[in-house]
């Protein structure tokens, strides 16, 4: 059983002045060693987490949570929406077509995502208009609106054409010719990230004129809680059974945040090394803690303090150190993914430099998300490994003979 005498001697020799200066220089080393891996380690997974939030936000404004997918439907499809919305509040349908095209003018060529969405659907897409008007492209037949990095690399603004080139062969006068239609570009939209590169939007009756279709590819839904679409996928599948597949926003994007979560997870494990140094910072504190205090060490084990209790001692006298440490790591982690933001901020005014570009990176700041169970991963991870550092330094406390260390011996 822990005493209250272990404690104490614990507390004197981590935080008494009565130990040498080297002694004490060393055990201060080890103490901010944990606390610099520990506030590392809780930014940069601060600054991961709001990295990956911010983009995971930004792709769910512009693509679909959840798309059902016609497989044996031959039925309204508008029709079929209206039900969706009212099956259940905070859902928003409507019917699409969607095409792999080629866009070209004549100043660039790009590979686009052309989609094509009824009128009374814009609320689908919760993106940024940059110019133009997006009711405008869905009211007029044969306009388009192009994501802002798309109509960049076209080189192309409102009122200009867009060559719009189908897979799809037409048999003409001329022979056999992919189809392809001029549109007008009546908006240009961004969405801040990889979308803006591809994304093109019509309206459903010009996509069916463009594609010659009479039906629709399926229904696309947006969703007030996005982490429900696997929720709601499974349901209208088995209400609908075997006429859609429904296939939601993690499906279609599985392997982009699946690479997102293994790069927080390495990054983790690499950082971890800082912590993992700082504990053996900790057993040299403790080593020689051990060396300096062996007279003092026998004296208690002849006023019968046992192996254990001494081991037990040293135990806690490393767990102090690597405490402090590890609180005042939380304390500045914290408060520095707290304000970091508004602290890259200054630093770029000071300095006149810009850490992420938004035409390169499509975010102006260092977004933060700080989550408690980051927070208590790291610092169970650091507790734990600072335990098994002061093992073995306390185990040879314990090992100390008494009459050995009086006459200056060193026993083991």
Do not use: C
């Not at 600054?47 to 936000?57: D, F, H, K, P, Q």
């Not at 388009?144 to 200009?160: F, K």
């Not at 062969?169 to 570009?185: A, H, N, Q």
């Not at 990230?193 to 839904?221: C, F, N, Q, W």
Request: net charge neutral; hydrophobic share 50%.
């Amino acid at each position: 059983m822990l005493r209250s005498i272990e404690l104490d001697i614990a507390r004197r020799l981590s935080f008494s002045n009565q130990q040498r200066a080297f002694t004490r220089w060393v055990a201060g080393f080890a103490a901010l060693g944990m606390a610099l891996g520990v506030a590392s380690l809780i930014v940069v997974l601060s600054v991961m987490n709001g990295l990956a939030g911010e983009l995971t936000g930004r792709l769910l404004n512009a693509i679909p949570h959840v798309e059902l997918r016609f497989q044996d439907y031959d039925g309204d499809a508008q029709a079929l929406a209206a039900r969706v919305e009212s099956s259940q509040p905070g859902i928003i349908a409507a019917p699409y077509v969607k095409r792999q095209v080629m866009t070209r003018s004549d100043f660039g060529t790009s590979g686009a995502e052309l989609m094509g969405l009824g009128t009374g659907s814009i609320q689908l897409l919760n993106v940024r208009v940059v110019d133009g008007s997006l009711q405008g492209v869905m009211t007029q037949p044969y306009h388009i609106a192009l994501g802002a990095v798309l109509a960049n690399s076209l080189g192309v603004g409102i009122g200009d054409s867009v060559e719009v080139v189908l897979p799809r062969l037409s048999i003409t006068p001329f022979g056999v010719l992919p189809r392809y239609r001029k549109l007008r570009v009546g908006a240009v939209v961004s969405v801040g990230a990889s979308p803006d590169a591809s994304l093109a939007v019509t309206s459903l009756e010009t996509m069916k004129k463009l594609s010659g279709v009479a039906y629709v590819d399926g229904i696309r839904l947006q969703l007030d809680d996005p982490d429900s679409a696997d929720s709601v996928a499974q349901r209208l599948e088995g209400e609908y059974r075997g006429r859609i597949n429904a296939v939601t926003w993690t499906e279609s994007y599985g392997s982009l945040f699946s690479a997102i979560r293994m790069e927080k997870i390495m990054v983790s494990i690499l950082l971890s090394a800082l912590i993992a140094v700082a504990a053996f910072n900790v057993v040299s504190s403790l080593t020689m803690s051990v060396a300096e205090k062996r007279s003092d060490i026998a004296s208690l084990r002849v006023l019968g303090l046992t192996a254990a209790g001494v081991r037990r001692i040293f135990l806690l006298h490393g767990l102090m150190l690597a405490t402090f440490g590890i609180a005042l790591g939380t304390v500045i982690g914290v408060l520095m993914s707290l304000n970091l933001g508004s602290l890259m901020g200054l630093l770029e005014r000071v300095f006149g430099w810009t850490l992420f570009d938004p035409s390169v990176y499509y975010i102006g700041g260092l977004p933060t998300d700080l989550q408690g169970t980051d927070i208590g991963w790291v610092v169970s991870m650091a507790l734990a490994l600072s335990l098994v550092a002061a093992v073995y330094p306390a185990h040879r406390a314990s090992k100390i003979l008494p009459v050995a260390a009086l006459d200056g011996l060193e026993a083991f």
